[in-house]
């Protein structure tokens, strides 16, 4: 322990932490901008760039200087003072300079109201526009379907660097150039369409400004509402009813399953469908193709494809393990295939004047909706992907008073859904769901205990066996992309053995993807929206996928079997080997 006053108040506080620890483990408050922590897989952007942190450090003979608090450790017998003129007035300086090279364009911008910079400048009380001159000018970059770079917002705080190549290893950024040329460019300054990037939109989640925003499809998706011709379905993925509520002030992990469905009929969708009905259908061609992998010598082991993002990594960092991921399309891939077919002529509707959107967590489903392998015939299946802060802004873009909508129900005939599906939007989820039904099967018989608690939690890399009828399966799971190059070089490497792994591209799965409400990179925000689903999966009388009674009709009527050709046809898919660049 060390000894030291803060603030005139004597204190002990753990050896080795930083001044900034040592204040908000004691309830004083000091503002920052670059740093961001990620305490539970031990990953800290301390790069003290901002200088928004500094404090005033007191020398034994009573003079004093300037520290950045996140980046000085606290020593015995240190005294130091966060709220001194001088320590204030060097954080005004600082955001005021900020500010100085700022497009200043907030009514216009996609994080007004919730932008770090706007509210350092209004807690420092800065009135004033102080230092006028020379900007920075860059361009944006709008190449990609997902993401918006707009250098000329950037604070080059270098949190999506620490995302991008630290967290995530994919290395698409890093800081070029010097004095008001410098930016967080890309290799060759390459489009973002060319580089590597996975659009998992992490970099989105920890940039504290418009730096780095989604591409909005809004004005799009309002056009085909208001198009006669055409009939408007949308579907919404588990992860975005447990986390919409926060846009509108409830409680984090409040679920709002009903209260979105009604939003959107009044929004003006012709119908309203469940993604987790095509999570359930996702399980039967999944299960289906991982017992027929294990009993016939096929690939091990069988990964997970339900993530756009990890995907793309796996495409472009390991281009020679392209043959086990699944073949099956992702859950809102599937959905749109079954919608432009079976449903279409369920309802009467020419598939050609149909239109699917999809409520996703995610912004490379923006980019997923796009690749050419999963189109039918051509079409794509998804026409359009909103993240759940963009339903949230059509809600308040139409006057929406979400908060006192009822609660209504899906539509049927795609609206149906088990409790497996729902925890698709969880790390550990889709595998729980896809052994739940390879498990029956294998067994002859639905199982009784459905929980296999041993594939949940929030570690980065988890394993546990489970018993499937005679066969023990053993699985891997792994959420955010570092951790997937772990246990994919592991098993390049031949280190270890796996019949089925899951990943996911985000810390915590898809409730901790890059279109949900910012969350200020708390992980316990995404753990309670994770609760919230398996509380929702407990609640549900159905538990396996190969339960639901829609999903027995669509393949009685239409699909025939789990891995028939016509389910082969539209709801499986093949990989593409990628560049590195
Ligand atoms: Fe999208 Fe979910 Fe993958 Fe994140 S984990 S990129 S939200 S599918």
Redesign the pocket.
Known sequence: MANITLNNVKLQVADGITVLEAARANGVNIPTLCHMDMADIKMINKVGTCRVCMVEVVNPNGSSWLAPACATDIWDGMVINTNTPRAIKARRTMVELFISNHPKDCLACERNRNCELQDLAADLNIRDDRYAGKMSKHTKDTSSRSLIRDPEKCVLCRRCETMCNEVQTVGVYSAVNRGLETTIGTAFDFPMLDTACTF??QCISVCPTGALTQISNIGEVWSEINNPDKVVIVQTAP?VRVALGEEFNMPVGTRVTGKMVAALRRLGFDHVYDTDFAADLTIMEEAHELIDRVKNGGTLPMLTS?????VKFIEHQFPTLLDIPSSCKSPHEMFGAIAKTYLAEKLGVDPGKMVVVSIM??V??KYEAAREELANDGNANVDYVLTTREMASMLREAGINFNSLPDEDFDKVMGESSGASVIFGTTGGVIEAAVRTAASWLGGETIKNVDFKELRGMEGIREATVKAGEVELKIGIAHGLGNARTLLENIRDGKCQYHAIEI???PG??VG???QPFYGNDRTIIAARAKSLYAEDEAKQVRCSHENAEIKALYAEFLEKPGSHKAHELLHTQYVKRDKL
Request: aromatic share 4%; with cysteine.
């Open positions: 998992c939109g992860a339900c993530c756009p993002a990890w967590p995610c490379a489903k996911m591209a985000c799965g898809c993807g890059g279109g």
